[in-house]
């Protein structure tokens, strides 16, 4: 066992100093190469490597992987990711990983996590465009049937609701537009997508100066700026999708009146659920062992 660790201790480490050569060489002195598990949530060095946006070492040693281990790319932690996962967190050449990945096991795609989220689900999470348009035109010319299964979690969240949850309404139009049929779908909660969105009101607000930066002076002029220009693409992304989703979300038409004496409350989705924060949040980090609120750094 202290062997063992010995050994984990030395590739981590290399793996921290970028040290590619070594990582390589210890992987190849190990059974299980590069799906040797590192970390005591069951990580496999392909699992760090990849979500520490070491491409280059990632694609070695996808390719020194001898063919008797490809079954074994299903691998998942003890939180159900695969290593497709990390790459909808990643932004280094993951579309090269993904494709090495599928190429060498296709139902890497199709895999879900505890939580019955997929890789898919996962870009759209941690607002990765360029994934989630690469997973997604995998199962565009599935039936709808067939598409629920990678774009519903097993709470019955969406991709749609998540994008929405996550405040990332550009991707919200863009899956919206794709997958038109996830516009009615109903979460946990009997809640449509224009339903959340219409609960942030924030998202509505466009100001010409940002009172939290107004009153700091700290910041600087160009970063003030561009923190107004951020505010005013998302009010405008906003404003596109609910657009969009009024003219097509008609759960409004199933409306009725309740008679009694209770007052009207307004609907504050999930106020109280520790369990949708963390989903609405998402920490990518929490898959490496932190604690909920850690520092949200790659570590590397």
């Given at each position: 066992m202290a062997e063992k660790h010995s050994l984990n201790a030395?590739?981590?480490?290399?793996?921290?100093?970028?040290?590619?050569?070594?990582?390589?060489?210890?992987c190849e002195e190990v059974d299980e190469h590069g799906l040797h598990i590192l970390t005591?949530?069951?990580?496999?060095?392909?699992?760090?490597?990849?979500?520490?946006?070491?491409?280059?070492l990632v694609l070695r040693l996808l390719q020194e992987l001898p063919n008797h281990h490809l079954d074994k790319l299903g691998r998942q932690n003890q939180l159900g990711d695969t290593i497709l996962y990390m790459t909808a967190i990643s932004n280094d050449k993951t579309h090269e990983v993904a494709r090495k990945l599928l190429e060498k096991a296709p139902g890497l795609l199709c895999m879900h996590s505890n939580l019955g989220e997929t890789a898919l689900f996962w870009s759209v999470r941690y607002d990765n465009k360029e994934m989630f348009h690469y997973f997604a035109k995998n199962i565009l010319g599935y039936e709808y049937e067939n598409q629920i299964l990678f774009i519903q979690r097993t709470d019955k969240t969406t991709i749609l609701h998540i994008a929405i949850l996550s405040k990332n309404f550009q991707l919200a139009l863009e899956i919206a537009e794709k997958f038109e049929r996830l516009v009615g779908e109903r979460d946990a909660d009997g809640m449509t997508g224009l339903?959340?969105?219409?609960?942030?009101?924030?998202?509505?607000?466009c100001d010409d100066e940002l009172?939290?930066?107004?009153?700091?002076?700290?910041?600087?002029?160009?970063?003030?700026?561009?923190?107004?220009?951020?505010?005013?693409?998302?009010y405008e992304s906003a404003m596109k999708l609910a657009k969009f989703l009024i003219k097509r979300d008609t759960s409004w038409e199933i409306t009725y009146h309740k008679a009694g004496p209770s007052k009207p409350v307004l609907h504050k989705h999930n106020g109280n659920s520790k369990t949708e924060k963390k989903v609405a949040e998402g920490n990518p980090m929490n898959f490496l062992g932190q604690e909920e609120g850690a520092t949200n750094s790659k570590g590397f």
């Open positions: 030395k590739l981590y480490k290399a793996l921290e100093n970028n040290e590619t050569e070594i990582v390589s060489q210890m005591i949530l069951d990580n496999t060095v392909l699992h760090m490597a990849t979500y520490a946006n070491k491409s280059e339903q959340l969105l219409s609960c942030n009101p924030g998202a509505f607000q009172g939290f930066f107004n009153s700091v002076n700290l910041y600087s002029s160009s970063t003030k700026q561009k923190a107004i220009a951020e505010r005013k693409q998302k």
